[in-house]
């Protein structure tokens, strides 16, 4: 018996309806905001991702999956999706296109050698997007309102964005120095990790998992407070262009993030839904304004975020959200080994015209085909055996409607498409009732 790789999971198909609704959420959420989707390689070369999410993240130095192709080759396995997405910005020239910005996401598999548990996997999937070509507040507002959107859209409500700024290279350097002064007493009570993040990228350190709860980073500088005048006012402009557009924020002065590559605005979208345990933050991003010309591209402004869909899924499971209920419109059960040619043709006509068809192609008895035709969740049901092809009929039940027809055999795909025309019957805005509801007093 073979198994699964250890962090990985199947998505199956019971489940499948509800990542499509997410993705069709995002889709056109995506639309709204003018976004293009990219999809880029899910491997790249190994130094992309040194270059850009750096040496010293833990993502690079600890979690790829590298391998040597056949070419000797180092290639890496995507750990993220905005080095690809920023190669593929530079290498096909896409700064020269006629608009200044561009704007565009992706979805697809991540790989990380994490150690697994609820919420974290080792292939798992992102959802992201990034909008090269402004440095204007506006643009972090805009990504992060578009991030709050695709979540309201799916009727996550109980989110909070956990907003900071690191700022440019000089504000961070400014910052890089005080920390490493506060550190320095009690850098060897930190842990091993700690201690050569104190050499290579102290910043990382506020982001360690191991002492998260020492006092000594607990008390740490606080990042605004080492912003350049310029970075100040940038910063103090997102939060009021979030303000008009009442996207509710929390100024969460330890927000550092674990990637290299992010300068002014960094951002989290938490949720205190329960089923998520520790791993309660389904959105990260930040501005990155120095990545285009550190990876040989023309200085380019850049901003962007990325969602785990898995998380976004233990959302909705905790929400109860169903997604698109599957269904058919139609189970033609076929009676005896006389009717399956004309069965065949008649299933083939349907879904040809658009309509979900489906038959049993076991050769079950009635029952176990009208267990199918729910197991299905088809609104018609059609019975045709012998008698009925002698008469040139076919029997067919509306489970919606409760009803039941006898109809020439060549009328039953206009019919149920005249049938699924119909108007469904006025009901309450308010309460689902039908016509003028006495339940809640709407109309
Ligand atoms: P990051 O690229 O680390 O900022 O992560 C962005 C989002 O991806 C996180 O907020 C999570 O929702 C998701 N994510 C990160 N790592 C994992 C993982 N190992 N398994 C599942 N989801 C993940």
């Given at each position: 018996?073979?198994?699964?790789?250890?962090?990985?999971?199947?998505?199956?198909?019971?489940?499948?309806?509800?990542?499509i609704?997410?993705?069709?959420?995002?889709?056109?959420?995506?639309?709204?905001?003018?976004?293009?989707?990219?999809?880029?390689?899910?491997?790249?070369?190994?130094?992309?991702?040194?270059?850009?999410?750096?040496?010293?993240?833990?993502?690079?130095?600890?979690?790829?999956?590298?391998f040597?192709?056949?070419?000797?080759?180092?290639?890496?396995?995507?750990?993220?999706?905005?080095?690809?997405?920023?190669?593929?910005?530079?290498?096909?020239?896409?700064?020269?296109?006629?608009?200044?910005?561009?704007?565009?996401?992706?979805?697809?598999?991540?790989?990380?050698?994490?150690?697994?548990?609820?919420?974290?996997?080792?292939?798992?999937?992102?959802?992201?997007?990034?909008?090269?070509?402004?440095?204007?507040?506006?643009?972090?507002?805009?990504?992060?309102?578009?991030?709050?959107?695709?979540?309201?859209?799916?009727?996550?409500?109980?989110?909070?964005?956990?907003?900071?700024?690191?700022?440019?290279?000089?504000?961070?350097?400014?910052?890089?120095?005080?920390?490493?002064?506060?550190?320095?007493?009690?850098?060897?009570?930190?842990?091993?990790?700690?201690?050569?993040?104190?050499?290579?990228?102290?910043?990382?350190?506020l982001?360690?998992?191991v002492?998260?709860?020492?006092?000594?980073?607990?008390?740490?500088?606080?990042?605004?407070?080492?912003?350049?005048?310029?970075?100040?006012?940038?910063?103090?402009?997102?939060?009021?262009?979030?303000?008009?557009?009442?996207?509710?924020?929390?100024?969460?002065?330890?927000?550092?993030?674990?990637?290299?590559?992010?300068?002014?605005?960094?951002?989290?979208?938490?949720?205190?839904?329960?089923?998520?345990?520790?791993?309660?933050?389904?959105?990260?991003?930040?501005?990155?304004?120095?990545?285009?010309?550190?990876?040989?591209?023309?200085?380019?402004?850049?901003?962007?975020?990325?969602?785990?869909?898995?998380?976004?899924?233990?959302?909705?499971?905790?929400?109860?959200?169903?997604?698109?209920?599957?269904?058919?419109?139609?189970?033609?059960?076929?009676?005896?080994?006389?009717?399956k040619?004309?069965?065949?043709?008649?299933?083939?006509?349907?879904r040809?015209?658009?309509?979900?068809?489906?038959?049993?192609?076991?050769?079950?008895?009635?029952?176990?085909?009208?267990?199918?035709?729910?197991i299905?969740?088809?609104?018609?049901?059609?019975?045709?055996?012998?008698?009925?092809?002698?008469?040139?009929?076919?029997?067919?039940?509306?489970?919606?409607?409760?009803?039941?027809?006898?109809?020439?055999?060549?009328?039953?795909?206009?019919?149920?498409?005249?049938?699924?025309?119909?108007p469904?019957?006025?009901?309450?805005?308010?309460?689902?009732?039908?016509?003028?509801?006495?339940?809640?007093?709407?109309e």
């Amino acid at each position: 018996m073979y198994q699964k790789v250890k962090g990985t999971y199947d998505l199956l198909p019971k489940d499948t309806a509800k990542w499509i609704a997410v993705e069709r959420a995002i889709r056109n959420v995506s639309k709204l905001f003018n976004y293009k989707e990219i999809r880029t390689p899910i491997f790249e070369k190994t130094e992309l991702f040194h270059r850009s999410v750096g040496d010293s993240s833990d993502i690079v130095s600890k979690e790829t999956y590298d391998f040597l192709d056949r070419g000797n080759r180092s290639i890496t396995l995507r750990p993220e999706g905005t080095a690809g997405v920023v190669r593929s910005y530079i290498e096909n020239k896409i700064y020269a296109e006629a608009s200044s910005i561009s704007k565009m996401y992706y979805m697809g598999p991540i790989f990380r050698y994490e150690r697994p548990q609820k919420g974290r996997y080792r292939q798992f999937s992102q959802f992201g997007a990034e909008m090269f070509g402004s440095n204007s507040p506006m643009a972090d507002a805009e990504v992060i309102s578009y991030a709050v959107s695709i979540l309201k859209s799916l009727k996550i409500n109980d989110v909070t964005v956990h907003i900071n700024s690191l700022g440019g290279k000089e504000s961070k350097m400014l910052y890089r120095e005080a920390l490493v002064k506060h550190l320095a007493p009690g850098i060897n009570n930190l842990c091993g990790d700690c201690q050569t993040r104190y050499q290579n990228n102290p910043l990382r350190i506020l982001d360690c998992k191991v002492d998260q709860e020492n006092e000594l980073l607990l008390n740490a500088p606080s990042t605004i407070d080492y912003l350049t005048n310029e970075d100040k006012t940038h910063f103090e402009s997102v939060l009021a262009f979030l303000d008009v557009m009442k996207v509710d924020y929390v100024v969460d002065k330890n927000l550092v993030r674990g990637l290299d590559y992010y300068t002014n605005t960094v951002f989290e979208i938490k949720t205190s839904i329960a089923n998520l345990g520790a791993q309660n933050t389904i959105c990260g991003g930040g501005r990155y304004n120095n990545l285009v010309s550190d990876l040989s591209g023309p200085a380019t402004p850049a901003v962007g975020f990325a969602f785990g869909f898995e998380r976004l899924l233990l959302v909705l499971e905790a929400l109860e959200y169903q997604g698109d209920i599957d269904y058919t419109h139609l189970f033609i059960i076929g009676l005896g080994d006389s009717v399956k040619e004309d069965v065949m043709q008649m299933t083939n006509r349907c879904r040809m015209g658009g309509l979900i068809t489906e038959t049993d192609l076991n050769n079950k008895n009635l029952k176990q085909q009208f267990k199918q035709s729910e197991i299905n969740n088809a609104r018609f049901i059609a019975i045709y055996g012998e008698n009925e092809k002698l008469e040139g009929k076919i029997n067919l039940k509306d489970k919606q409607n409760n009803t039941e027809v006898t109809i020439d055999k060549h009328q039953l795909y206009n019919y149920i498409v005249a049938e699924l025309m119909k108007p469904a019957p006025s009901s309450c805005s308010s309460c689902g009732e039908e016509d003028s509801c006495d339940t809640c007093g709407g109309e």
